[in-house]
């Protein structure tokens, strides 16, 4: 079994027109957002053996967030820049090709490509993926090349910043 989180950015800002969207930052709710949800991530049992993150500004500072939040070691970020705007399949390849060892992997990107994924691999349908939502997906595969022969798991946790019933601590823990 393996397990799929799903992490996208937080709150980016748009204070600058001018400024290109991969350095966008966070903007004072993403820097509200990111720590509740990493403290809700840590509080649910949340333990990935490798975070991969888009390089974007926004992505990267969520992901370093998060880590701090739930004792993961900054260090052992691992920015992909294939992950920035990336599309579903992107995103299976990318994870396709982490070790084995890793059972657990965390993703942090972007829209519409994590919204895309959470709902073919998930079994919750979604209207929405808002930003520093997380959905985490237990897959019943082996290896991660598996991912490309479109499995389907269980969704175990969706979460997000304004969840107006709190987050599913219980759900996340793992079944070992």
């Not at 701090?68 to 294939?82: D, K, W």
């Not at 979604?126 to 082996?142: K, Y």
């Not at 090349?145 to 269980?154: D, I, K, S």
């Amino acid at each position: 079994m393996k397990r799929l989180t799903l992490l996208r950015h937080a709150k980016s800002s748009w204070n600058d027109p001018g400024q290109p969207d991969f350095e966008r930052p966070l903007n004072a709710r993403g820097f509200r957002d990111a720590p509740r949800m990493g403290q809700r991530l840590r509080h649910a049992g949340a333990r990935p053996s490798l975070i991969l993150t888009s390089p974007a500004v926004r992505a990267f500072e969520t992901a370093k967030i998060i880590a701090a939040e739930i004792g993961y070691p900054r260090e052992f970020l691992q920015r992909e820049q294939s992950l920035y705007l990336a599309d579903p399949e992107t995103i299976l390849e990318i994870v396709s090709l982490q070790d084995n060892a890793f059972n657990d992997v965390m993703v942090v990107g972007h829209n519409p490509g994590l919204h895309e994924l959470a709902e073919r691999i998930g079994t919750m349908p979604l209207t929405n993926f808002p930003t520093c939502a997380v959905m985490v997906v237990d897959i019943p595969v082996r290896d991660w090349e598996a991912l490309l022969q479109a499995p389907r798991g269980e969704t175990v946790h969706y979460d997000w910043p304004r969840n107006p019933n709190g987050p599913d601590a219980d759900l996340l823990r793992r079944r070992d």
